[in-house]
């Protein structure tokens, strides 16, 4: 059996997988895994929103339900095409996305220069302490409650 055929469950939701064989290793985003594991696409869209600033801070304070509005699955649809992303928008099931949207994930968001929220930073903004645009300057938020 070869890789391409192989069949693997998802790491965050345990959904059935089919490796795919054809790669565009310069995807910028939702490009599928060299190796038999790794996310569904449903898991990688969202991991991609917590991941990609400043999506990720509006994403978690508006929640999930942002994403139902079609004007924002055709901005979605527009970045995917421009990073070269191997998935397709209509494979996503953004009902999904939404249903999982509390399932934890397999690794923590870790800030880097092209996203300085961390987990913890975002699980903030969710919680109403800060709104997404007041939030201080990136590096300058709070870790704990004082
Ligand atoms: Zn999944």
Avoid at 87 to 105: C, R, S
Wanted: hydrophobic letters at 35%.
């Amino acid at each position: 059996m070869s890789t391409a055929d192989a069949i693997v469950l998802c790491e965050r939701c345990g959904a059935r997988c089919k490796v795919g064989d054809k790669r565009n290793p310069d995807a910028k985003m939702l490009r599928l895994s060299r190796e038999p594991k790794g996310l569904c696409v449903n898991c990688a869209t969202h991991d991609w929103l917590r991941n990609t600033y400043p999506v990720n801070m509006q994403v978690a304070e508006s929640g999930p339900g942002i994403l139902v509005h079609p004007h924002i699955r055709k901005i979605f649809g527009d970045l995917m095409q421009a990073a070269g992303a191997d998935a397709k928008l209509d494979e996503i099931n953004w009902n999904l996305v939404n249903e999982n949207w509390d399932l934890p994930f397999p690794h923590k968001i870790k800030p880097s220069a092209t996203n300085p929220c961390s987990q913890e930073q975002l699980d903030e903004i969710t919680a109403g302490k800060y709104k997404a645009i007041d939030c201080p300057p990136v590096g300058e938020l709070p870790t704990e409650e004082t």
